[in-house]
DNA sequence: GTTTTTTACTTAAACGTTTTCGTAAATAAA
DNA sequence: TTTATTTACGAAAACGTTTAAGTAAAAAAC
């Protein structure tokens, strides 16, 4: 078995202390450009690689960051996770992704698992069965984290989000406006500020409208695919409505297959508009309106937030781009 | 600041050694029921968490595996990374995700910075711009990998792929007995065996059904969608076909795209089949006929393939399942 | 009753870095 | 010239764990 290049292999080699070595290749001022460009370029013929347990151990730095969320298979957070990726890219950081598919059990555990030095910071999108406030109040004292999209209230906690309130406002009104006058909301995210947003927004637009007030379709604490359609068809059979505001893009298969099911007429007799990033959305049948985030922005967003507070440097909010989703009307939701 | 609890923290308070928590914490033979159990109940109420990075600099052992997909954008891979993860969270091992975005370079960079022990072992669906059989050569003599669906042919190399001739074979069949005369091949894969295969069970049905062979249509280089949408129209204005077989998710949505610009009928004037995991592929209008592969269980094989090298058990490649896609038909390839 | 084996621990040396502190030489300031 | 500062490096101590080797006491074997 071939022996391990390390810092001292090329200490040995160039006479030097080890010490200088890894100021070297981490390019410390005390070093002469001379002795630099030495180290580098024998660390680059033995094809030197730093082990990062010792590196890690040593400095308390792990060049790695977490991301959580629920799911990779679904659009939005696919596109976010490019976003963060091509960010950790440029700050040479790794990234370990951890799907809780909604259990917050699992969210727990992982964060857990988190704390003790595996990553410098911590990306997270919390479960929707979640409201753990405790936990995560205690964990943005251990480490650094930023919340996108999907965020718990927390005063001090970093959350990068979208203007849900607006957008849900918007499709709610662009609804009435096509002549829905039951207008039903079916609610993925409610013990979350993400999602009661977005319902504020839809209650604000249905009173804007003159329309009655309705309870928001809960069907949150699932993911069986069963019991969300389950809950869907119930909802479409028990209220009647001529319109549904999907507050998540898992709710759009389902309503279709609903839809078709009880021989419901789109964009006829109900008319759907759901937040989405599905890029299959203009080939449906009919043609899905959505409201689409900028789901790669976002990411963007989120970890350069996340690198700002890891070094340590005043993270301004208010700097932050406002990200802002987009209404795209299709056949889902046209005058017919 | 609060005092990190380590292994020596519980041996002080337990009055024992360092060495004998250590121990019983990994459940060690040497250990008494009694002290374990001493050792647990004091690491449980201290919040004890192991320290990766000095576990994994002493013991070689990383508690990590590394995922290198194309995009986890695609429902194939997000499929696979599910059923990977499952099987990872019972080893109690944590998922580095990397995405190439088909870029070779990438793929080189990630497993380099791999090999210095950042991960146990690796899973790996090559990028299609790859053909760099000498550098994963290297590879797999260093670290354990598993190539899983979009595989090299290298002798030794463990790979999990699904019966991509036989499955391109039958669809090939399918469409020409809806009543295509002239077929041609989206080749998305086409230095990969993976594409290799299909692009054989594709031929061979034709030539059984006494069909012209064609030329595959390469659209392998890219990644840009316009330039993959430019290759499709190129091809179907060029070849005039009235069937399509598409090798990979990626080319289904500029198909239909393709088709809509040009006032082509599908399924009457053209008919498609593709392998695709699409969760929307019934919805769709019309509804795509897929090939649909057993991602889910890919990810799972492949991981446990993976876990029984790390360890050391002979794997018997045998016993692993046959995996066996599933032709769909729907709309997209009816008789009209 | 003596020897061997087993049990349940302890000691101490790694693993490969980073970083603090020290220092000699070179340079600048006085 | 003397003193202060800067430059460029080295020695050595961590970081928190695992593990090889050692050991006393208890149990088993003879």
Redesign the interface.
Known sequence: MKRNVTVKTLAEQLNISIATVSKALSDSHEISAETKQRVLDLARTLNY??????S??RSHR?S?IAVIIP???N?FF??A??GI?EIARTHNH??????THEDSAAEIAFT??L????VDGILISVTRSAGNLAHFQSLIRQIPVVFFDRSIEIPDAFSITTDDYESAYQATRHLAEKGCRKIIFLQGLDRLATGQRRLRGYLDALNDSGLEQLQPVALAANTDPQLIRDGIRQAIIGEKPDGVLSSIEEF??PC?YVCRELGIDMPGALKLVSFSN???AP?????LSTITQPAFEMGRVAASCLFQILHKREVDLLSLPGLHSQLIERESSALV
Chains 1, 2 share one sequence.
């Open positions: 690689e730093r082990n990062p347990a010792a890690n151990l792990t790695t799911d990779v298979a659009n696919s596109l996770i490019k990726e790794h990234v370990l992704i951890y799907q857990n698992s704390i003790s030095g595996r759009v298969v279709y599905l890029p299959t080939l449906l049948h009919p043609a």
